[in-house]
T-cell receptor
């Protein structure tokens, strides 16, 4: 069975600082991995996805993530935080087989950016 | 083009009543998903429709929950005899199978009094 663990329910950074949001997964099959962002009172928006192509994935808004099979990790980074990055971030893994689209989400990490 | 829409945006009901939540997916998307987002449980998968295949209902928490998708488009999630623990935001998503990316609607916030 697939599962996702996000380390740190809250992360606080200064504007301009590096953002690092951690995600570890377990999967019995080669995974598809995703990062979604949720702004207050809005639905989820896809930031980026890994689907077994390049291990370094670039997404929207300057975010990127690196798939590391040996560490079963898919951490999200951004070199320089902006105030508009404040939101909740979810890592997710896709199931394989006939339900490959079914997502299992981590518990989420709330990112706070302070001036 | 239009995104995934859900209605109502908010629903307040009394314990024991039935509720119906609606989802209009992006036109042409063959897959449709329902998730529930609550404080205690995070984001949970409920049910998944893919084309004409039998839906994957493995995430439905009880037999009070059901969903249908008519004509391969609009979906309705029905909760019978609502309980206070059903209070949550219910999110719908759709995807083009080939792309895998799921596009989410804004959700329906359900409050059971």
């Amino acid at each position: 069975a697939q599962s996702v663990t996000q380390l740190g329910s809250h992360v606080s950074v200064s504007e301009g600082a590096l953002v690092l949001l951690r995600c570890n997964y377990s999967s019995s099959v080669p995974p598809y991995l995703f990062w979604y962002v949720q702004y207050p009172n809005q639905g989820l928006q896809l930031l980026l996805k890994y689907t077994s192509a390049a291990t370094l994935v670039k997404g929207i808004n300057g975010f990127e993530a690196e798939f590391k099979k040996s560490e079963t990790s898919f951490h999200l980074t951004k070199p320089s935080a902006h105030m508009s990055d404040a939101a909740e971030y979810f890592c997710a893994v896709s199931h394989g087989g006939t339900s490959y689209g079914k997502l299992t989400f981590g518990q989420g990490t709330i990112l706070t950016v302070h001036p | 083009g239009a995104g995934v829409s859900q209605s109502p945006s908010n629903k307040v009901t009394e314990k024991g009543k039935d509720v119906e939540l609606r989802c209009d997916p992006i036109s042409g998307h063959t897959a449709l998903y329902w998730y529930r987002q609550s404080l205690g449980q995070g984001l949970e998968f409920l049910i998944y429709f893919q084309g004409n295949s039998a839906p994957d209902k493995s995430g439905l928490p009880s037999d009070r929950f059901s969903a249908e998708r008519t004509g391969g488009s609009v979906s309705t999630l029905t909760i019978q005899r609502t309980q206070q623990e059903d209070s949550a935001v219910y999110l719908c998503a759709s995807s083009d199978t080939l792309i895998l990316e799921q596009f989410f609607g804004p959700g329906t916030r359900l409050t059971v009094l």
